[in-house]
């Protein structure tokens, strides 16, 4: 396992990764970000998973008495960087997202297909076939960013983004898809909607998501879309 180790500013470090996007290089992150929270120091506020990468955020009024308090910080991420070489990654959950695609819950499906030469039925199939895993959380909250997009639907974000995208909104953005967790502007192909609520402050944890998941999409009809909202 590679890492370098980035101060930035003053009170954060960041754990850089091979930089790739695979499952091997997600599996190295969650492993060391399971080691660093199962045995977090005082100083340390928060860790933030990313594709290949971890900051670490932490407390420099705690560490004053330290000759260097990034040398603390580098340290002990060091030692949880060798840990992790015998820990096993976190247990892959399966979740299940049921999507309306096309009409007017994916205003975008026809231009993808049309993009590729194919019909909003064959973009739904291979957008469904996909072997999902979601490799972080971000831009809004709660917001999946999902790899294992099928390389041939693989579609640029739009030229003039929304204003306004619908929470549930399943978008494709080059070879990623996601999943709109609140409203936001926005400027990837959306091709359906999920019932599904990815954020939700009533319930703990508040996201449906988490990195290293592994996801699977499933065509429902606009009738079983408006029964699942009621």
Partial sequence: ????????????????????????ILSDVQCVY??????????????VPAYASITVH???????????AE??????????V??????????QRVVRIPVCYGGEYGPDLKEVADCHQLTPDEVVKRHTDGDYTVYMLGFAPGFPYI???DASIATPRK?????AIPAGSVGIAGQQTGVYSIETPG???IIGRTPEKLFDMTKNPSFLLRAGDKIEFYPITEKEYEEWQE
Avoid at 34 to 47: G, T
Avoid at 58 to 68: C, G, H, P, T
């Fill in 1 to 24: 396992m590679k890492v370098s180790y980035y101060p930035l500013g003053d009170q954060a470090v960041l754990l850089e990764f091979e930089q790739e996007v695979s499952p091997e």
């Fill in 34 to 47: 399971q080691e660093i929270k199962s045995d977090a120091p005082e100083w340390l506020i928060e860790a």
């Fill in 58 to 68: 932490y407390d420099l009024k705690q560490l004053l008495d330290a000759e260097s």
């Fill in 71 to 80: 040398a603390v910080v580098i340290g002990f991420l060091k030692e949880k």
């Fill in 82 to 91: 060798a840990a992790s070489k015998n820990s096993d990654p976190p247990e």
């Fill in 147 to 149: 790899g294992g997009l």
């Fill in 159 to 163: 030229k003039n983004p929304r204003s």
């Fill in 187 to 189: 400027g990837w192909q």
